[in-house]
């Protein structure tokens, strides 16, 4: 017989993406961020993304044989995962506490839950908070951006979100930072974390995934809404004493875990009202955090704090089935 009938499961079309294209899409989009951290802050930089990258790295491999798993390291997770808990450090990070945070990220974020696709929490985030809460001294020093050939040494300098936070506690008032110097700020010249530097670095990178519909539109465009609203509110009520939307858009992590960690597809909703819900949530708890919290920036426990209500917005926004017919109560 020239035409023969197959029986499948499905699913029977295949989209031709797989774990490994999508990571290494990721990691592509991230490579301006990392590029213009490394020009702002030097060598440094690329010492804390090399260590935190090698780190996973190394920490996936020691996992997978320790627990007798198959070997996961060619996916690109493990390497995706340094290479945000790199952005996540400041440049000033001794080696050891990069090194720490990338087993914390591989071992507690990811492979205690059974790896790839069972961690319920965003592993670069859970390092984060960790090492915030284990060394707030060290995870908050920041030094000032030092060309690559300026011949600049690098001092400690205040992010742009802690000057304002210690200004209005202080005084009441905003300081300067907080209503001038934007473009310093779109373009990554402020002190931070190395991913809070060049808001429009990763917003090209966002834009990329964006296209190779690696994410969708609905979390991002949820959670900047969001920030944009809510930060434009309080900034309404009295411009003195809240910043303005466009200072929380430019400054602290947000433009890194809108684009890449609050659109991670293991810990976010599946369903785009779900992503909706998750973004706003994100958004909100990140302003609140941000002007009225004991940190200055909220990024990373709003996104940590959504991740534990996603099996809840998924399931309530779970889709219904084709054909479905709603049975009425009886009595």
Known sequence: MDNQLYLSSSPHIHSGETTDKVMRAVIYALLPACGVSIYFFGLPALSVLLICTLGCVAAEVACCKLMGRDLTLFDGSAALTGILLGLNMPPSSPWWLSLFGAAIAILIGKQVYGGL????????????????ISFPVQMTTWTAPAPLGSGIDAVSAATPLGEMKTAVMLTGALPEVATSGFGGYLTGNMAGSLGEVSALALLLGGLFLLFKKIITWHTPVSFLATVIIVGGIFWLV???KYPSPLFHLLTG??????????????????????????????????VLIRLFGGYPEGVSFAILLMNAATPLIDRFTRPTIYGHVEQEATS
């Open 117 to 132: 696709g069972y961690n319920p929490f965003n592993p670069a985030l859970v390092a984060r908070v960790v090492l915030l």
């Open 238 to 240: 009295d411009p003195t």
């Open 253 to 286: 992590g947000l433009m890194l875990g809108v684009f890449f960690m609050a659109t991670d597809m293991v810990t976010s909703p599946v369903t785009g009202k779900g992503m909706l819900i998750f973004g706003f949530g994100c958004g909100l708890i990140t």
